[in-house]
Antibody, heavy 124, light 107 residues
Framework: QVQLVESGGGVVQPGGSLRLSCAASGFTFSSYGMHWVRQAPGKGLEWVAFIRYDGSNKYYADSVKGRFTISRDNSKNTLYLQMNSLRAEDTAVYYC?????????????????WGQGTLVTVSS | EIVLTQSPGTLSLSPGERATLSCRASQSVSSSYLAWYQQKPGQAPRLLIY???SRATGIPDRFSGSGSGTDFTLTISRLEPEDFAVYYCQQYGSSAYFGPGTKVDIK
């Protein structure tokens, strides 16, 4: 069965950096795009970033553009989110999610599987 | 950017009642690229509906989606105790933005 397991969350000071990981199993990781989605405490879902199956294209929400970098290592079945210049408003649970579209599909799909999330707290 | 609005913000109902949740888009959603997710406290979201009306694997048939263009609806025909949760709509295809959510709570 599909499993997505996030790690790397924790407490970091404003201006600091953190790298999140998402270990994938149960499907051909190298054939699907992947997303990061976050949820601030008591708030709704916010899409953060998307990377195509082969890493060739990456897209970001305006709120994180220039500060966050999504990447993947298909040999390790792992998705990453490098977060720099962190702000208090980046405090959230961060989820990785699998895109439904297989392979070289232009459009973004729906999110058919989600990890359990990892909490990032930005505070001094 | 397509902006999604969900109504009502909170829906208070009793088990066995019918729930009707609305999702309205600021522009037409192409090819009905509209999904619905359920989220319970402390859990990750779960896909319920995609393509506006197709149920995801394992989703009970009391959940149904309908609509096209700018107006979409999620209907839960008879609420079970486990259905009390927050529901989000999402537009996908050209982007991946979510609506603000509708909380279905016990009356």
């Amino acid at each position: 069965q599909v499993q997505l397991v996030e790690s790397g969350g924790g407490v970091v000071q404003p201006g600091g950096s953190l790298r999140l990981s998402c270990a994938a199993s149960g499907f051909t990781f190298s054939s699907y795009g992947m997303h990061w989605v976050r949820q601030a405490p008591g708030k709704g879902l916010e899409w953060v970033a998307f990377i195509r199956y082969d890493g060739s294209n990456k897209y970001y929400a305006d709120s994180v553009k220039g500060r966050f970098t999504i990447s993947r290592d298909n040999s390790k079945n792992t998705l990453y989110l490098q977060m720099n210049s962190l702000r208090a408003e980046d405090t959230a649970v961060y989820y990785c999610a699998k895109d439904s579209n297989y392979g070289d599909y232009v459009r973004v799909g729906y999110f058919d599987y989600w990890g359990q999330g990892t909490l990032v707290t930005v505070s001094s | 950017e397509i902006v999604l609005t969900q109504s009502p913000g909170t829906l208070s109902l009793s088990p066995g009642e019918r729930a009707t949740l609305s999702c309205r888009a600021s522009q037409s959603v192409s090819s009905s690229y509209l999904a619905w997710y359920q989220q319970k406290p402390g859990q990750a979201p779960r896909l319920l509906i995609y393509g506006a009306s197709s149920r995801a694997t394992g989703i009970p048939d009391r959940f149904s989606g309908s609509g096209s263009g700018t107006d979409f609806t999620l209907t839960i025909s008879r609420l079970e105790p486990e259905d009390f949760a927050v529901y989000y709509c999402q537009q996908y295809g050209s982007s991946a933005y979510f609506g603000p959510g509708t909380k279905v709570d016990i009356k």
